[in-house]
């Protein structure tokens, strides 16, 4: 009886969040978001974690694609015009994640460390320094979850929305 009351106060004490958070890759470990066949996400398009929602917008941005930015961010209208001023879509992204945090139960912040390894026709080439971490804040919403906004440089107090 108190192994079994043990394990409800453990998963009460649980936020249904911290398991979703992705682990911090170590150092020099990076991930790659390319062309839809070409990425190491599973689950781009499909919010169904914090990090899915962020590698989503990355998709968003590295393959100029409106739609995928419109699953995830509310303020997907004002990327429209920007995207369609850039014409390929064969960008990759090179990241890691450098940090996972859980203010509330139903929010979460992501760090992501990356790489931007331009256009490439075949594997990309990501021998550049990865720019400081940029930090997405995150809400599930109905079950799924939405990048409120992120800021592009530490401490920049402007979030990008």
């Known amino acids: 009886m108190r192994s079994f009351v043990a394990v409800l106060l453990g998963l009460a004490l649980a936020g249904p969040v911290s398991a979703q958070l992705p682990s911090v890759d170590p150092a020099g470990q990076y991930r790659l978001i390319g062309p839809v066949a070409r990425s190491d996400s599973r689950c781009i398009g499909s919010p169904e974690t914090p990090l899915c929602a962020v ?19 509310a303020g997907s209208e004002g990327a429209a015009g920007f995207l369609r001023t850039m014409t390929a879509s064969r960008y990759w992204w090179s990241y890691r994640i450098a940090s996972a945090e859980q203010p509330a139960a139903d929010e979460a912040v992501i760090a992501v460390a990356g ?35 992120w800021q592009s440089q530490p401490g920049d107090p402007t979030p990008i929305r």
């Open 55 to 73: 590698e989503t917008l990355l998709a968003c941005f590295a393959r100029r694609d409106t739609d995928l930015c419109r699953v995830v961010w």
């Open 115 to 149: 790489r931007n390894c331009g256009l490439q026709l075949a594997e990309p080439d990501c021998g550049t320094t990865p720019a400081p971490p940029t930090r997405y804040r995150l809400k599930q919403v109905a079950g799924r979850w939405q990048v409120l906004d």
